[in-house]
């Protein structure tokens, strides 16, 4: 297979990555999905017009010189209804959230008056319509609150439960599988031999997949033998997307791409044109999607955040799946990495209100160490050495 660009590979998952069924779940379940459905007002918001300060409702007509003495005729707390009409030389004492009464255009907050028993001091003057939200201001009944495709975070959440969604519409999180590989590779608690490493890489990978809200089984470590490795692979597949690391280049004991050819994997590519990762592999098995990722630790971690997420992210109907990132600029400078375009691990720096991104002291993609402490990547064009103050895009982790 030829290799392709970064961009390609984004078209690639984008169209591979069919969107998962609708289904519903609880408000409290809904953080991390995308909403699979324009939410609509139930009705308008604010539902009445509505005080946005403790204070007293009055007519900024009585304020033409101030201070001013009002009679106050009612005490309207939230979530009763006035029963008093506002006129001329009167007030209502109210609370954050009342519904205003009838003739009154202006809530002024109580800590610029006097008040007494039943009559208040006003100290200033404020124009018609001050700390007052008039009914449907925010939205009206009807009007788009959340958009499909929007990611729910608290905030959406939060408006879903005040347009009376119990349940969201939603499209399932995928359920991941992880496997590891090579003889060469042992887990945390053991002791390696001189020409063995500990298993990083899975638990970065379940790390990541923790830290997006998504549920990953860890299907162990993959030997350097063909039948076992066929066998772990096809339980993998029973997944909504199975990541592998490792054993998919060339070398003799590469098993994991035999065992997705043995088990009918569609290989839809195997190498892109970027540093880390050029040997990521992509593929499907029905509607499972398939991810070889490099062995190398920075590779993997890298690829998972760009190729897996983006898949991922179309798969649960995000209106725009891509990574995200943003200019900013460099602080210091970086030597050109090769013939490759480069995601090279970075730190944000504030210097003078504005933000910086600064380069990691980095050895390239074995050095996972070297990434700790990143807050995410910038990506450097190939053959290309980067200058103090440079502008490049910022992927944040």
Not at 7 to 18: C, D, H, S
Not at 157 to 174: D, F, T
Not at 176 to 203: C, F, H, K, W
Request: a neutral charge; proline letters at 8%.
């Amino acid at each position: 297979m030829p290799v392709i660009s970064v961009e390609e590979a984004f078209a690639l998952l984008v169209r591979a990555a069919e969107p998962a069924p609708v289904e519903r779940v609880e408000l409290r379940e809904a953080l991390g999905h995308a909403l699979a459905e324009d939410a609509r007002a139930d009705r308008d918001f604010p539902p009445f017009d509505q005080a946005r300060m403790d204070g007293f409702a009055m007519r900024a007509a009585d304020l033409a010189s101030v201070p001013a003495d009002l009679a106050v005729i009612e005490n309207v707390p939230a979530g009763r209804a006035p029963q008093k009409t506002v006129g001329a030389g009167q007030a209502t004492r109210i609370m954050t959230g009342a519904p205003v009464p009838s003739g009154a255009d202006v809530v002024m907050p109580i800590e610029l008056t006097e008040p007494s028993a039943e009559r208040v001091r006003v100290l200033k003057s404020f124009p018609a319509e001050t700390h007052i939200a008039r009914r449907g201001s925010d939205v009206k009944q009807g009007g788009v609150v959340v958009r499909a495709g929007t990611r729910l975070g608290p905030a959406e959440v939060g408006v879903l439960a005040a347009i009376g969604l119990a349940q969201a519409p939603v499209r399932r999180k995928p359920r991941l599988a992880i496997l590891g590989s090579g003889d060469e590779v042992v887990e945390p608690g053991a002791t390696p031999l001189p020409m063995q490493i500990r298993n990083s890489n899975s638990y970065q990978l379940l790390a990541q997949a923790a830290a997006h809200g998504l549920n990953a089984d860890y299907l162990g470590l993959a030997p350097d033998d063909p039948a076992a490795t066929r066998r772990m692979v096809e339980q993998g597949l029973n997944a909504d997307v199975l990541v592998t690391t490792g054993g998919v280049s060339v070398g003799d004991k590469d098993h994991l791409a035999g065992a997705f050819k043995d088990l009918g994997v569609e290989i839809l590519f195997n190498k892109i044109h970027v540093k880390p990762g050029k040997p990521t592999t992509f593929g499907k098995k029905g509607s499972t999607l398939v991810f070889g990722l490099p062995g190398n630790p920075v590779a993997a971690l890298v690829c998972f955040h760009l190729f897996t997420m983006t898949a991922i992210r179309n798969r649960m109907g995000y209106a725009d799946p891509l990574p995200r990132h943003y200019p900013l600029p460099l602080k210091g400078s970086a030597k050109s990495a090769g013939d490759r375009p480069t995601f090279r691990p970075v730190k944000l720096a504030v210097e003078g209100g504005k933000t910086f991104v600064q380069a990691l002291r980095w050895h390239g993609s074995g050095d996972l160490a070297g990434c700790s402490g990143a807050d995410g990547f910038i990506l450097q064009a190939a053959d290309t050495a980067l200058a103090d103050g440079a502008v490049v895009p910022f992927y944040p982790l």
